[in-house]
């Protein structure tokens, strides 16, 4: 059997992807999606925002260097560094493991802040947003800081 591609046939696939950057596999267009949904790049960016931010309060409130937390939490120097520096980042798996049990969170939920499964609870990430936008990621925690934090960390450590 031989499958021909005729001149039509691609003007309509065409025609179909509209605007939309062509692309293959997760990411590609896909026209069933619903057009309510949040844009992926746009969510990663959220969550790794969240995440990075999550991870240095985390780490600033228990006094730890990036150092000290990678040799207890058994996770890298580096992507600690790249988790809290580069929001693009998309962090490991087994990372945001080892972190979730070091920090004393639900794995499951800290994956979701990570943006490495898909929004369950829309609330974390709501929440996470705004906990981010409240801090000032470079000096000690001040009371409003840990605050939010602590607030955060409830929320995400609800199941």
């Not at 025609?15 to 992926?40: K, N, Q, S, T, W």
């Not at 890298?76 to 693009?88: S, V």
């Not at 969170?105 to 974390?124: C, F, M, W, Y």
Request: glycine share 6%; hydrophobic share 45%; proline share 4%.
């Amino acid at each position: 059997m031989k499958i021909e591609i005729t001149k039509e046939w691609c003007l309509r696939m065409a025609h179909l992807e509209g605007d939309a950057e062509i692309g293959a596999g997760v990411l590609a267009f896909d026209p069933i999606l619903h057009e309510d949904a949040l844009p992926v790049a746009d969510t990663l960016d959220e969550s790794g925002i969240v995440f990075g931010r999550f991870v240095q309060l985390m780490r600033r409130n228990r006094g730890l260097t990036i150092e000290k937390l990678a040799e207890d939490s058994d996770v890298e120097i580096a992507e600690l560094l790249e988790i809290e520096d580069d929001a693009h980042h998309k962090p490991q798996n087994r990372t945001v493991y080892q972190l979730a049990n070091y920090f004393k969170v639900p794995h499951r939920n800290l994956l979701q802040v990570a943006g490495l499964t898909a929004p369950r609870d829309s609330r974390i990430l709501e929440e996470g947003v705004r906990f981010a936008a409240r801090l000032e990621p470079v000096a000690e925690l001040s009371p409003e800081e840990r605050a939010a934090l602590e607030a955060f960390v409830a929320v995400i450590g609800s199941e």
